[in-house]
């Protein structure tokens, strides 16, 4: 053996091709990596009972083939399913489903799985059971050979093993299932590249073997081979003959299938050139079930492999889901889920966020057929355990429409209010693009942006936060809109004269601040939000400098808080303006006041 032979590590992991997928399976836990149709690899994990801890039974030799062999039966087929539903679109449950579902509390998929596996199991038994008995009984009759000679289950053997080699050929005449083959490859060349102790990449992987001493198709042969000395011997004690054989090679095969798993661990360990006989048959074999993989299906195998591997060696991780395509009307109802969960009960809430993730408009939402990529679905429940959570719809999508325009707001800005369009309303009745405006306090810039865009007029925004001056920057620049922005604590950085001053103030009383709902107080800018004791702290400030800013006959403009618009007019009467104004929202609250200098 060379010095690069001994360096070989050995590895329990073992896999599975499925729909453009893998999944291998380690000691403690099993996950399967699957390309969906937007490109997306899309994991999902789930912990084992590792072997020490199965009852001990179960670990015994032959034993320990039987449960691995209906294991893999029934999670392959399992596992299998789960990868389509990927790419899966879910119809309308029909009445029969929802009586199962109701009645029986049956999962439909989990019945079809079922009846999957049994139909499987099914036609295995016809085609390497019934089809080669009832052919090599044909022989018997044409040439007269003894059906309880060992002659007559050697030839009955290499029917079944004929069969056997047509049907892989025939289903890799299959596009699906030569694409599934080429993942099988990509499996093989995985595991082989982490034996050779090479680094886990595509490029590595490429140049390893597509085939593998521990692979299902040698098993599957091994099986084969094994059945023609177990029916024979057990024919020769029995000689039964006709439907009772069959029934006897039934009831032998997971015999057969725990002798077979046996073989191929002890084959698995060595190298020996005079194991090679035994051995060949089933790498050749598995020339025809794997093809070599694209570079993508070695990424998905990949995947898979890394995620078994920390799961062994971390008990700590948990487990993961796919996130699997939904139709529109069900998303929406996954997203009011997590938000009722959450304590969030307005409908509309869900409503926007699967229309700002579709792109639909909330009024099509309802009774939507239409299926949602993994993208989207996983997209709307990010989104909704975050509102959940309290943070603010905006703040998760990133912006809001304020106007027309498009506003991106975060943590370092109040996100624009109804009320403060009603107010650009009212700035834009007077203003002309003759006019120099002064926006104090912009936060994100949507007065100055709306302003400048709908009224041409000159504009200078003013914050004390960098953070809010660089959102509202980006805001400008997006919209189109040209905007002196400067940093100033108020009036102090500000120098000349103005025709209109605007302002939307902090106005929160600071002992009302932890009073605000959730998603106010803890979301977001406690600096734009608190007004002081009283709630009028820049009020006052802006109503004894706002003055020595203005033009002769020039405007003022504020939005106020509910209650405040009376006490902010006896302000501006106390230093000198004039035709005070007070303009009511839309839901006939005071909440904007107008002076003239």
Known sequence: MS?????????????????????????????????????????????????????????????????????????????????????????????????????????LMGVVGTVAMIIGLALSVFLFVMLPQFVTSGISALTGLDDQSFWYNLIEGFVRIIIFVCYILLTSLMKDIRRTYMYHGAEHKTITCFEKGLELTPENAKGCTRVHNRCGTTFLFFVMLVSILVFSLANSFLGVTGLPRMLLKIALLPLVAGLSYELLKALAKTESPLVLPLKAPGLLLQRITTREPDDGMLEVAIAAFNAVLEMD?????????????????????????????GGVKEQSDGE??????????????????????????????????????????????????????????????????????????????????????????????????????KSGASVTAVDVSDEALQKAKQNAEENGATINFVKSDMFAQIEGKYSIIVSNPPYIPTADIQKLDKEVKDFEPILALDGGESGLDFYQVIAKNAANYLFDGGLLFLEVGIGQAQDVKQLLEQNGFKNIQIKKDISGVERMVKAQI
């Open 313 to 341: 060696a971390d008990p700590t991780i948990a487990e993961q889901q796919f996130v699997t395509a939904l139709k529109t009307e069900k998303l929406y109802e996954r997203v009011m889920q997590i938000l009722n969960e």
């Open 3 to 107: 010095k690069k032979d001994k360096n070989i590590k050995k590895t329990s992991i073992g896999g599975q091709a499925v729909m453009e997928g893998v999944m291998m399976r380690g000691r403690t836990a099993m996950a399967t990596a699957v390309r969906d149709g937007e490109g997306k690899i899309r994991l999902e994990t789930k912990r084992l009972t590792p072997p020490e801890k199965q009852p001990k039974i179960l670990r015994l030799p032959i034993i320990r083939g039987v449960v691995n062999f209906i294991n893999s039966m029934f999670g392959g087929t399992k596992t299998l399913m789960r990868s389509a539903e990927v790419f899966g679109e879910e119809e309308e449950p029909s009445k029969f489903e929802k009586w199962l579902s109701e009645k029986l509390h049956l999962d």
């Open 352 to 453: 926007w966020i699967v229309s700002l993730a579709t792109g639909l408009k909330r009024s099509e939402i309802a009774n939507n057929g239409v299926i949602q990529s993994p993208s989207v679905v996983e997209r709307a429940t990010d989104w909704a355990q975050k509102r959940a959570k309290g943070m603010p719809l905006w703040h998760i999508v990133g912006d809001t429409e304020f106007y027309g325009y498009k506003i991106k707001v975060d943590g370092s800005v109040l996100i624009p209010r109804p009320e403060t369009e009603e107010l650009c309303e009212w700035v834009l009745n007077s203003a002309t693009s003759n006019d120099s405006v002064l926006d104090l306090c912009t936060g994100s810039g949507c007065i100055a942006i709306v302003i400048n865009k």
